[in-house]
């Protein structure tokens, strides 16, 4: 396979994520032309003007008569834990031990599987996988034993290939240009089972993506991306692993008209805010 194919093509294309069959593929997103310019909207007509005064003078009679219905006790039966569905937390602790900065000893149930899929999904798309050292930490930490050689190998070509490095606008060793900020986060927005056994499990997980150079002068600004993974899991030595994953793109939502942060707010923000462990 051709480095043009593994990582989607020209500039602006996805570096793979190589699977046990090799078709796994994680596109990276492609930048927009002038991401922190204004957006442009279109002028409101008195009759939506209208509309929405409407609306919020429904809104404020609709929370006037809530607040004024009168206090009742709660029913004992709605004190039960919260259902195990894909929306709903299960009431489990998270897990509390860590191997290479990433969360370990997930319940051997759908739940377990869910948060070591959505915490799996975070660590093979952060910054590490640029570091050489880190990166092999974590592919020995999510990897079942019986293929991490095979995907280290896998990645370690993917991640130092010069021609992909410059692309997104690091440097031969994978790090960005001084005075500029390399932002590559995954936020898990919800998890679903596809299959579970007791020693296996597909597990899919949705979420969102940052990625970019942040700071004044970025040629590659921090852009937003839709995917989906879908997970094969292994109960080993007391824990989940992953065998093999695919990644499709999506479902997107539809963009909000809001005003984009600058190359300052963004890289502020990434490094103020702190991911999370996740867990069902």
Do not use: C
């Amino acid at each position: 396979m051709s480095n043009d194919d593994q990582y989607g093509g020209g500039a602006g294309g996805g570096y793979g994520e190589v699977g046990g069959t090799g078709q796994t593929r994680t596109r990276l997103p492609d930048a927009p032309a002038d991401p922190y310019g204004p957006t442009r909207r279109t002028p409101r007509t008195s009759r939506s003007l209208i509309t929405v005064v409407g609306v919020v003078v429904l809104l404020i009679a609709a929370i006037a008569f809530a607040n004024s219905a009168p206090d009742t006790k709660s029913d004992p039966a709605s004190d039960k834990p919260p259902t195990d569905s894909s929306t709903a937390a299960t009431g489990t602790d998270p897990v509390t031990a860590k191997s290479a900065g990433i969360p370990k000893g997930f319940a051997h149930d759908e739940q377990g599987a869910q948060s070591a899929a959505a915490n799996f999904a975070v660590a093979l798309g952060s910054d590490g996988m640029f570091n050489t050292s880190r990166r092999g930490a974590i592919v020995q930490a999510v990897y079942a034993p019986d293929v991490a050689a095979a995907r280290q190998s896998d990645l370690d070509r993917i991640y130092t290939d010069a021609q992909f490095l410059s692309r997104i606008g690091l440097d031969p060793a994978g790090k960005a240009p001084k005075g500029l900020t390399f932002i590559s986060r995954t936020n898990p927005v919800g998890t679903k089972v596809e299959k579970y056994s007791a020693d296996t499990a597909t597990v899919s997980v949705w979420y969102s993506a940052l990625f970019g150079l942040a700071g004044e002068g970025s040629k590659s600004p921090v852009t937003e991306s839709w995917y989906t993974n879908t997970f094969e899991l292994r109960w080993i030595g007391n824990d989940w692993h992953i065998t093999d994953f695919t990644q499709k793109d999506g479902p997107a939502p539809v963009g909000q008209d809001q005003r984009a942060a600058t190359a300052e707010e963004m890289a502020a923000a990434v490094s103020q805010f702190g991911g999370l462990t996740y867990a069902r």
